[in-house]
């Protein structure tokens, strides 16, 4: 297919999903391009630990009931929830989380901290 529109993207990425592919690689010109689905989800943090390598002293993932969560965070909020965690203070918010799906347990598959919701809360109110 020449120059797809992107409701025809979004078909042929559904039809290679239902056929259990992960996604679609697509070129334009000589660049590649790979599109795969995601989802969002808000989930509570439950516990973290402190980074490794180049995250020593600072956050390294935070963990949910959906699994660990450690890709997406930029360094200044490793430091600031890192700080936050230490002070007591990280355990029990929401933070915004991608992935591309849920596993057949519920966990996360691929899982990127998107961003803290602050304008969430445990029992579900804004």
Same mark, same amino acid.
């Given at each position: 297919?020449?120059?797809? /529109? $992107?409701?025809? &993207? +979004?078909?042929?990425?559904?039809?290679?999903?239902?056929?259990?592919?992960?996604?679609?690689?697509? +070129?334009?010109?000589?660049?590649?391009?790979?599109?795969? $689905?995601?989802? %969002?989800?808000?989930?509570? &943090? %439950?516990?973290?630990?402190?980074?490794?390598?180049?995250?020593?002293? +600072?956050?390294?993932?935070? %963990?949910?009931?959906?699994?660990?969560?450690?890709?997406?965070? /930029?360094?200044?909020? +490793?430091?600031?929830?890192?700080?936050?965690?230490?002070?007591?203070?990280?355990?029990?918010? &929401?933070?915004?989380? %991608?992935?591309?799906?849920? /596993?057949?347990?519920?966990?996360?598959?691929? $899982?990127?901290? &998107?961003?803290?919701? $602050?304008?969430?809360?445990?029992?579900? /109110?804004?």
């Amino acid at each position: 297919m020449t120059n797809p /529109t $992107p409701a025809e &993207i +979004r078909a042929q990425l559904q039809r290679a999903n239902d056929l259990g592919y992960e996604g679609l690689v697509l +070129r334009k010109g000589d660049e590649w391009i790979k599109i795969k $689905p995601f989802e %969002t989800h808000d989930v509570l &943090i %439950t516990g973290f630990s402190e980074g490794t390598g180049k995250h020593r002293g +600072r956050l390294g993932f935070v %963990t949910t009931a959906r699994g660990a969560v450690g890709a997406g965070f /930029t360094d200044n909020e +490793r430091e600031v929830l890192w700080a936050e965690a230490n002070a007591g203070r990280l355990i029990g918010h &929401i933070i915004e989380v %991608t992935c591309m799906e849920l /596993t057949d347990h519920g966990n996360f598959r691929h $899982p990127v901290f &998107i961003r803290m919701r $602050p304008d969430k809360s445990i029992d579900g /109110t804004a």
